[in-house]
């Protein structure tokens, strides 16, 4: 029934209050208990106001998961990590100083970096973010989203898209694409596209782009609205936003209007097929 004391090398104090539960002093500070309330959970940072009820929570942090209760399988550790959280908030895990501070109702989660998916509303599930402000100004509904590099997707969270690198998707609200690479797809990308490469599909926003290489689709006049075309190679110069079905391969190429394909710049002196026994050529 006595009071038993713990301090460390950073004059933390550990003790045993009179209702059994342990609280940490720091300085004369506030005191935050260590609950264990609900089933295989763990609680630290915040006082409870009532009875948690949640099960095989893990939550560690100054106002970490504060409106979790009857909540489960969450792991929030950070200061405000999980801070809303609230009812439908299950199956997360949080780790970074205001991450996720303002998500209810998300499951399924894995988000990680100061400030990561930090106002994140509602209805985001099976999503990964990781990086410092990643997903960091989202809002909306999302589901299966990939965001990985410091601001990847920062102003938007897209559904069954996948960006890595610093600043892929930054403002882009496309779904069902990919793009790799500092700044690929930053305020396009266009449904279905691929963009892969510094810059590449930057401005992007036609459907089932395919962007390979620095700054592909994003020299000369670069694509906004233009679809389905297929730019492999460094560098490669577009002739207008809205070009469509050109295909592109090799450095410093330029397409030859829509619905053509070009190989090569104007270095290129020759064209090898070794191995060809029959080429066809068909015309309309």
Known sequence: GGTSTFTGTAAYTLSVDSSGNIIETTGGGAAYPFSTDGVNSLYSGFVPSGTLTGTENTILGIDAGSAI???DDNTLIGYKAGFAGGTGFNYNTVVGSEAFDAAT????????GYQAG???TSNVSYCTIIGNSAAGFASGTATGATAIGASSMSQSVISNSTGVGYNTFRTSTNAFTTAVGASAAYSGGGNYGTHVGYQAGRNVTGL???????NAGNTGIA?????RNTLVGTDIST???ILSRATVIGYGASDNGDNTVTLGDSNITGLHLNGIKEMVIEKD
Not at 105 to 112: E, G, K, L
Not at 208 to 213: F, H, M, P, R
Not at 223 to 227: F, L, P, W
Request: with cysteine; aromatic share 6%.
């Open 223 to 227: 694509i906004t609205s233009g679809a």
């Open 105 to 112: 109702t998300c499951q399924y989660n894995v988000v990680a």
């Open 239 to 241: 002739s207008s936003s």
């Open 69 to 71: 209760t009857s909540n």
């Open 118 to 120: 930090s106002t994140v």
């Open 208 to 214: 089932y782009n395919i962007c390979i290489g620095r």
